[in-house]
């Protein structure tokens, strides 16, 4: 079986998990429900100790759950929605868990006397955590669109876990139009199901983020209680030192190296929604045309996209990389790959109104691309980390930007 059976995948996200909430972290009223400092600490707590749980067991079961998707699957593959790299696709319990979790925190009430449980209406469960995540024909209620059998599964899997269902029968069958009112608690811990209603909170409550399932990997799953600070939403926000802990540790020293050497030099960091991208620019231009390097961070490894300003230069990087490294930067294998949307596609000799028209010379021979290119060279090679680091030390010297 392939190194990255499903397995690699929940080992992969087990280890993302946020180790700790600060003990100085303090909740805004709306979210507290109740519950003091130390029992927020706990509930959280909890809750991350539930998800390394889940992790673990849905390992365990590497060879019983989503099985003949699961062969597709390839981290290299296509990223499209039914592609063989895409994780949701290949193994959709991915998807299914988070979703039924964060329906029934969001819809549920917590109460916390006598006993900490979550009260749910079975039908608000089958209202629409996310609107704009619902408009994608794969997304389109997931509830909806399980089978009882795919549903009984899922149900079992958070039986397993500790959580129990009262009120209501879910061992042959899960109608949530017939359950009506039922109530969750955990037998493992209390607190369980208050992080639950913490955690799909927090998920849910950050600005601009498009659509929930953006934040299923990066925010739920990792146990990410940090917007719950504000009551204003505010964007999601990622630390680059959490994110890549799954990675080897060459790759996290290079990286933090690299980190602190493009902030030292006054490159500002920004990350993608999904955190699986991470951008230096430098202050003061645009996130494009002012790239230094992009990061790329997920399941098959770390990859490195140097900005290209430079090489419009003579003493620039091209004259050490080695050739298919330049038909990657010269887009000579893919020429209508990476623009920035405003070029007329394969034709970059017409200004692009977008400002990512640009002009080298390598080896004698003219040639113009478009400057928000997106090859990626890999860092598990150690002389390929070398030349990036060379590439962004002279992107920061040498180009006007």
């Known amino acids: 079986m392939s190194k990255y059976n499903f397995a690699y995948v929940c080992n992969y996200f087990k280890a993302l998990i946020i180790p700790h909430t600060p003990c100085g972290f303090v909740v805004a009223e709306s979210f507290r429900y109740g519950l003091t400092d130390s029992e927020l600490l706990k509930s959280m707590e909890a809750f991350r100790e539930f998800l390394h749980l889940l992790f673990d067991k849905l390992a365990a079961a590497d060879n019983k759950i989503d099985v003949e998707s699961g062969k597709k699957y390839d981290p290299y593959g296509d990223k499209g929605p039914r592609g063989s790299g895409k994780i949701s696709y290949c193994f959709p319990v991915m998807r299914d868990l988070p979703y039924i979790l964060i329906a029934l925190g969001i819809n549920g009430k917590l109460e916390t006397s006598p006993k900490i449980k979550l009260i749910v209406n079975g039908k608000d469960v089958l209202t629409a955590i996310c609107p704009t ?112 802990k799954a990675q080897p540790p060459e790759i996290i020293k290079w990286i933090m190296d690299v980190d602190k050497y493009l902030k030292d030099c006054g490159c500002k960091l920004s990350h993608s929604m999904g955190g699986d991208e991470f951008t230096y620019t430098k202050r003061s231009t645009g996130i494009m045309k002012g790239r230094v390097l992009r990061i790329h961070i997920g399941i098959g490894g770390c990859f490195g996209t140097p900005g290209i300003n430079h090489l419009k230069y003579s003493n620039n990087i091209l004259g050490v990389l080695p050739d298919h490294i330049v038909d990657m930067v010269a887009n000579k294998t893919n020429p209508t790959h990476g623009t920035c949307g405003h070029c007329i596609k394969g034709d970059f000799i017409s200004t692009c109104k977008n400002g990512g028209r640009l002009q080298f010379n390598y080896r004698g021979e003219d040639i113009v691309r478009c400057r928000f290119t997106s090859f990626r060279i890999p860092l598990d090679n150690a002389e390929y980390r070398e030349l990036v680091r060379k590439w962004i030390e002279m992107e920061l010297t040498t180009s006007s930007l």
């Open 133 to 244: 995540t619902e408009k994608y024909p794969e997304n389109y209620h997931r509830l909806l669109m399980m089978n009882n059998e795919r549903k009984l599964e899922m149900f079992s899997l958070l039986s397993a876990l500790g959580l129990r269902f009262h009120g209501v029968d879910f061992a042959n069958e899960v109608d949530l139009v017939k359950a009506g009112q039922f109530s969750i608690t955990s037998e493992i811990n209390e607190y369980v199901v208050a992080g639950l209603k913490l955690i799909a909170e927090a998920t849910m409550h950050h600005k601009s983020y498009i659509k929930a399932e953006n934040l299923f990997y990066s925010a739920f799953f990792r146990c990410d209680f940090n917007s719950l600070a504000s009551v204003k939403p505010k964007k999601h926000s990622i630390q680059l030192s959490e994110f890549i």
